[in-house]
């Protein structure tokens, strides 16, 4: 167990084999904190880096243990592939002269077990420790890692309330004693039976588990149904008098009833857990996660009217109850709640059962139909119908459509359609049938107004500047900003929409009425990519998706008057699609991923090296052996955080909080904090404090890099007046930067601008076409052989060639350029062998001898939710 409590517990385990100061790898041991079946731990001190980790090791008597020592290298590894927030994170793997040892992060607070000695949990903290423990599921049940001995013993919940999973795959081996003893109450051991052995604790394991019988992840919900139960009661769920009995109590009886103040709905979510057969439970923790977030909404512990709760039955009952009888109490509760006030019982209900991403989706004018657009399992994007009550859903055939923009009240489609001449527009197309009709070029977003005549159509590109028109050609907003999802009002008299400045800045909400008068109603949502937003069922509020505080997601809405509410809580990453006449919303609930991935030196095989949830590539050292990443999701933080990662696999190692790139030689990292105005900072990536540096009258940064000799900095910025420009600064001696383009100019996110020599750059100019602009100053010149649609990626040959790009839906063509006699030859293709729900890759990088590379890429998983009860 890796815990910080008090070390004079020591004194009541085993005798322990290492003393302080004992040395394994850079490690040096400290103090002891405990001792287990399968090791040792210690709290130790990282040599390296100066940080306190705890260490934990295999004791000596297993040196000749084989199979034991097998075991402790496989949780090392297993350990090392799992990355996220509520896992508990491994630094390293060491052996000296025998001696193995894991090295861990250290965690101050307590396990679950001891959170439990005080008795039962309220629901509502229950439901919120119970969430984080699927959320960790999930990301090991995505590495295909079964746990297989989830009990409180192995749950650690911190000073700061985030809940960690301990001793991923470590199957405990010392059997049972014969006779009666109660395994309930002993944690740390395991059943063998003459089926074979069964690792784990017996109060804890589902029934195929107990029968010697393969498990899968869905053994794992198993489990954590009995933890939850375990929080809600006070006591084990299972716990008989004797290890027999509980195994029969698991096979063959209904779980305790649960107290009177349980709210049903988070009565018949354990109920599915502890189902006996496991097709019949949650069929992934994801799933799992969804349902418990929803019971954390303001109205998803909702109580009857008068707020008694009155005796009722145990959880099993309830869920054989019937769909009769569910439909009843949810209508009661929606009838009740108008009628006295009380929120009613929020409900949802799955739409859709592919594998992919939805790319939007709205309600046709009868509210019964569904139409939405989807890539499933890698195809590409299409538009589908479904209906409210059905599973499956059918392709409407619609040729080169990508993406569904509206629905009119006379059920005319707008959507993006591929022109012959290969170019995106936007068109009209009737439900009932006929061939798409295009209507402008380049759009980027529309809404059909009212009357369905005249709609509001978004144009311009991100990074390049926008504008939004209603009716079609007349201009109402024109700004450097990055405008997305716009949406008429009911009444046709405003335009709502998500505004953001650059990727340093959060989201704003901001309306504009047909006088071209713009407000922003609430601003600085901190959402990696914009959630979705829609005008209430009355038209009075905007809706919208969003966090600002730590990771917590909300459906918000907010009044033309900028008067904000929250709608009800919602799982991470959730985006609304739209919202009917009657109330009705649909919402995605979205799975993204931000993932890394490296060809390391000498190898021939691709390797995942995505640490947290958003994995970015911030830079690969031109021996391939180490790449830097940047992680600008929830695991990263509020202002994103940078690591670096051997590209061999090792444990990454957090170098800074902020984002950049790495320097050429890999010795320090340009770092931007997300702040208004933005920070930055040059950190080293060994021992050194970070120092920040003078940005003058920038205030926003949008991408940056390292000049070849590792001492000036390049990046997008942007003053308080103005676009983007390109600004040089000095990395050695820190003074304003310089801005060396006029507006307009940007650089391109994950490339490496500058040339060998350091005296050329290549840039976006003001039309979005790239060039090549001297860094001393000078005209900007047209790159010879670059096509329309080509990126530059980075130079080669010593500045002979150029990497150039031309991203597609799935896949990233490179092609090398000669800028001598403008020759291209295919150079690599660049694609993850997963294609479902991929987003475009985001950035690539290449060793200057073109055999090692890595790239990171986007990927949304997405399921379509029909929610009834919001108001």
Known sequence: MVTAKDTTKAKLLVSLSLSPGTRIGPFEVLTPLGAGGMGEVYRAKDTRLGRTVALKVLPESFFEDKERVARFEREAKLLASLSHPNIAALYSFEETEGRHGIAMELLEGETLRETLRGGALPPGRAVEIGSQIAR???????????????????VFVTKDRRVKILDFGLAKLSPPKDGGEDLTSAGTRSLLTE???????????????????????????????????????????????????????????????????????????????????????????????????????????????????????????????????????????????????????????????????????RFAPDG????????????????????????????????????????????????????????????????????????????????????????????????????LEFPAGRVLVTTKDNLSVPAVSPDGRHVAFLSRADISSGFNVDVVDTAGKRRTLSKNWNFVFPAGLAWSPKGDEVWFAGDREGGTRWLNAVSLAGRERVVTRLPDDVYLHDVFRDGRALLAREVRRHSLVVLPPGETSERDLSWLDYS????????????????????????????????????????????????????????????????????????????????????????????????????????????????????VNPAEPRAITPEGFSLWWGSLPVSPDGKTF????????????????????????????????QWMDGGKTLLVKRPGALSLAVYRLDLATRARTLF???????????????????????????????????DLYLVEGLR
């Not at 657009?373 to 409407?396: D, F, N, Q």
């Open 136 to 154: 960790g599921l999930a990301a090991a049940h995505a590495k295909g890692i079964v746990h297989r001995d989830l009990k409180p013993e192995n």
């Open 195 to 361: 089926a074979g052995a069964v690792f784990g604790t017996v109060g804890y394991m589902s029934p195929e588990q107990v029968r010697g019988e393969s498990v899968d992840a869905r053994s794992d919900l198993f489990a954590l149904g009995t933890i939850l139960c375990e929080m809600l009661m006070g006591k084990h769920v299972f716990r008989r008098g004797t290890a027999a009995d509980t195994v029969s109590a698991i096979l063959k009886e209904d779980p305790s009833e649960l107290p009177v103040h349980v709210p049903a709905s988070l009565a018949r979510v354990v109920s599915r857990l502890l189902e006996k057969m496991p097709e019949d439970r949650f069929q992934s923790a994801s799933d799992l996660v969804f349902a418990l977030e929803t019971l954390s909404s303001p109205s998803g512990f909702a109580l009857p009217a008068g707020g008694s709760v009155r005796p009722r039955r145990g959880p099993l009952a309830l869920a054989l109850g019937g769909a009769l009888a569910a439909l009843a109490l949810v209508v009661a509760a929606f009838v009740a709640g108008k009628r006295l006030g009380v929120a009613p019982v929020v409900t949802f209900k799955r739409l859709t059962f592919q594998r992919g991403r939805i790319l939007s989706a």
């Open 368 to 467: 019964q139909t569904i139409l939405y657009a989807a890539s499933w399992e890698g195809r590409k994007p299409e538009v589908y119908s479904t209906r409210v009550g059905s599973t499956e859903s059918r392709p409407l055939g619609l040729p080169d459509v990508s993406d569904l923009f509206s629905v009119s009240l006379s059920a005319d489609l707008l959507v993006r359609h591929r022109t012959a001449e290969g170019k995106d527009a936007l068109a009209e197309v009737p439900l009932s049938g006929g061939s798409p009709r295009d209507l402008v070029e380049g759009a980027a977003g529309a809404s059909w107004a009212p009357d369905g005549k005249v709609f509001a159509v978004l144009l311009g590109q991100w990074g390049l500047g926008m504008r």
């Open 616 to 731: 970015g590539m911030a830079g690969l050292t031109a021996d391939g052996r180490q790449v830097a990443i940047v992680e600008f999701g929830e695991g990263g933080g509020s202002t994103y955080s940078t690591y670096l990662r051997k590209t061999d696999g090792s444990p990454a190692v957090k170098i800074a909080e902020g984002a950049g790139p790495l320097s050429p030689d890999g010795r320090f990292v340009f770092g931007v904090q997300r702040a208004q105005p933005v920070k930055a900072f040059i950190a080293p990536t060994g021992p050194g404090a970070k120092r920040e540096l003078p940005l003058g009258r920038v205030v926003s940064m949008n991408y940056s890099e390292w000049f070849p000799d590792g001492r000036s900095l390049i990046f997008t910025g942007r003053e308080t007046e103005g676009g983007t420009r390109v600004y040089t600064g000095d990395a």
């Open 762 to 793: 290549f840039a976006m100019d003001e039309k979005g076409r790239p060039v090549l602009i001297p860094v001393g100053g000078g005209q900007a010149r047209e790159i010879p052989g670059v096509l329309p649609g080509d990126e530059p990626m």
């Open 828 to 862: 690599r293709e660049l694609a993850p062998q997963d294609l479902a729900g991929m987003g475009g890759i985001a950035g690539a990088r290449f060793t200057p001898d073109g055999r090692s590379y890595a790239y990171s890429y986007f990927r949304t998983l997405s």
